[in-house]
């Protein structure tokens, strides 16, 4: 017989979404008693000082504060450790995890699945992951960028969002009441071409039933990365097609994959002058100027980045690519004899567009070598 006793919730959502809002919301229904768990980057907790001052319910529930770090990285396993111990008291029914604002719900739930799969008898489970979604600040940034006038923010901000969109099996829409009927629907078109499965729940002001959140399938992680509109797109889309993939929602996609390297000022410029038909994009490349480094580019609307991340393996010292392959031969199976493991590999999605225009694009951007 299981063990698993105590489900988890994950909270993210950006900053300012409305997710310290929606636990007070949900502090104050005292339908169960809940253990809280606040992880803010700053040295002063301030999300778990706001909900401090809920009222006289918040003394029924344990309430830890994580701070000057990120439950998805340097204080994963401190959060494992809060989470089993607060499972032990046999009076709490559920935990939530109100994450940081720049939290990827994805690690911190792919560690949450290692812990449970390593760990005997252990108690908790995670139940489910929700996305708090500020619908008017995805109106204004990520569909129509109304707010031109006003200091805009780097475009890895709205990417972070659409992360975090994507990879949850709740999507709490908060805001509502500042949108009108056709904006909001606007926005959910949107969002379904991102997220096309987790459902979706109209608040104002975090006003959610806390059963709304509790009574629902488990969280299931291949199923929930699966939803998303870029590993659709990965799993679902021959490479070689000539169209794009359609879904139900009239939203295309495909992969593109090209060994030869961008050049940088070509793809700066292709980024300036962005097909707006592009929902959204995400993948990896290099450029013609640097054979080290693995870029990540992303796409949201009308923001788009470029990360470097980390080095190609073939750009390794001799001594260690050769360790490398002898200890992971796997790594030889796409390897190319010019360009090593080196490859642009980037996933686009859109609606009303030409696959072989937005080709033309990209292969006007590969350095011409030789």
């Known amino acids: 017989m299981s063990t698993r006793e105590v489900p988890v919730v994950l909270i993210t959502g950006y900053l300012g979404s409305g997710k310290t809002t929606l636990m007070q919301n949900i502090l104050r229904q005292e339908k169960r008693k809940v253990a809280l768990i606040v992880n803010d980057m700053g040295s002063i907790n301030v999300d778990a000082s706001i909900l401090s001052k809920t009222g006289n319910q918040v003394a029924q529930v344990e309430m830890v504060q994580m701070q000057n770090g990120c439950i998805c990285c340097t204080l994963r396993d401190e959060f494992m450790v809060e989470v089993e111990r607060l499972s032990e008291d046999g009076s709490i029914e559920a935990i939530f995890v109100e994450a940081s604002g720049i939290s990827e719900p994805s690690s911190i739930a792919g560690a949450f699945l290692n812990y449970e ?29 109304l707010a031109k006038e006003e ?7 709205i990417n972070l969002i659409m992360d975090q969109i994507e990879f949850c099996n709740l999507m709490i829409l908060n805001k509502t009441d500042l949108l009108n009927y056709q904006q909001l629907n606007e926005v959910k078109e949107g969002l379904r071409g ?24 488990d969280f299931d992680f291949d199923e929930v990365e699966a939803y998303s509109a ?9 490479h070689d097609d000539e169209k794009a993939c359609v879904d139900e929602y009239g939203i295309s996609s495909f992969v593109f994959e ?24 995400k993948g990896y490349i290099w450029f013609s100027d640097d054979w080290k480094h693995v870029q990540l580019f992303e796409q949201a609307g009308r923001n788009a980045s470029i990360t470097e991340l980390s080095e ?13 392959v002898s200890d992971f031969p796997d790594l030889k199976d796409d390897w190319d004899e010019t360009y090593g493991d080196r490859c642009n590999q980037v996933v686009f999605i859109g609606k009303g567009y030409e696959k072989s225009e937005i080709l033309k694009l990209l292969y006007d951007c590969i350095e011409k070598i030789g």
């Not at 995805?138 to 129509?144: A, K, P, Q, S, T």
């Open 117 to 145: 799969e390593m760990t005997e008898n252990t108690r908790v489970f995670l139940k489910t992951v929700v996305s708090v979604v500020d619908v008017d600040r995805i109106y204004r940034e990520f569909l129509h960028d």
């Open 258 to 281: 090209e060994k030869k390297p961008f050049n940088r000022d070509a793809f700066h410029k292709l980024i300036e002058e962005y097909p707006e038909v592009l929902i959204r994009t």
């Open 194 to 217: 991102l997220q096309q499965e987790a459902e979706m729940i109209e608040c104002v002001n975090g006003e959610v039933d806390l059963e709304v959140i509790l009574n629902r399938e």
């Open 151 to 157: 200091e805009t923010e780097d475009g890895d901000v």
């Open 230 to 238: 870029v590993q659709r797109a990965l799993n679902n889309c021959e």
């Open 312 to 324: 190609w393996v073939s750009a390794w010292p001799k001594e260690e690519l050769d360790k490398a």
